[in-house]
Antibody, heavy 120, light 108 residues
């Protein structure tokens, strides 16, 4: 089955750290550019960042609100995408989705999301 | 930072046509994509590359582009189309992606 499954969400205090994982199955993960998108409670979708496949350099790009605090990485041997979140702020509270362009030129494959709550 | 602007809400009666606009300076250069999101669910791609409809998406969903504005049209709206809709594109360099502000479609 083609799917993305996120995990690692939870409650963390401001200034803390958390690492999210996204396990891919059913497609060739190492050929995929992978993206994180988040959605704060009651708010819209926000692009967090992206990592290219290794043959395209494996480079990362981040949205301004998270640059310098969040790091996206991948382990192609484990078909897993990561989001390391440091120096967390209350405004980082959101559902975090991993997504990719599976068959189409658009985000046509999404995980179910994992909730991150930053609160004291 | 680059922004895509959508109307906050659109209300439409069943069987009528809903049009949702999305405006952004880089849209003449970059493709637009549209996503439908229902409460508690992940987004679903309903239009890609401005006007292409993925397999399995009803024909009543269509997209168009004109200059710095793209439009999602839902013809013959059905109750099941009530959802939030987001456009998505990239900045002029194609490096940074962005989602629109979102539009809540209410079926009266």
């Amino acid at each position: 089955e083609v799917q993305l499954v996120e995990s690692g969400g939870g409650l963390v205090k401001p200034g803390g750290s958390l690492r999210l994982s996204c396990v891919a199955s059913g497609f060739t993960f190492n050929n995929a550019w992978m993206t994180w998108v988040r959605q704060a409670p009651g708010k819209g979708l926000e692009w967090v960042g992206r990592i290219k496949m290794k043959s395209d350099g494996g480079t990362t790009d981040y949205a301004a609100p998270v640059k310098g605090r969040f790091t996206i990485s991948r382990d192609d041997s484990k078909n897993t995408l990561y989001l390391q979140m440091n120096s967390l702020k209350t405004e980082d509270t959101a559902v975090y989705y991993c997504t990719t362009r599976y068959k189409l030129d658009g985000f046509d494959l999404w995980g179910q999301g994992t909730m991150v709550t930053v609160s004291s | 930072s680059y922004e895509l602007t959508q109307p906050p809400s659109v209300s439409v009666s069943p069987g009528q046509t809903a049009r949702i606009t999305c405006s952004g300076d880089a849209l003449p250069k970059q493709y637009a994509y549209w996503y439908q999101q229902k409460p508690g669910q992940a987004p679903v791609l309903v239009i890609h590359k401005d006007n292409e409809r993925p397999a399995g998406i009803p024909e009543r969903f269509s997209g168009s582009s004109s200059g710095a504005t793209v439009t999602l049209t839902i013809s013959g709206v059905q109750a099941e189309d009530e959802a939030d809709y987001y456009c998505q594109s990239a900045d002029s360099s194609g490096t940074y992606y962005v989602f629109g502000t979102g539009t809540k479609v209410t079926v009266l």
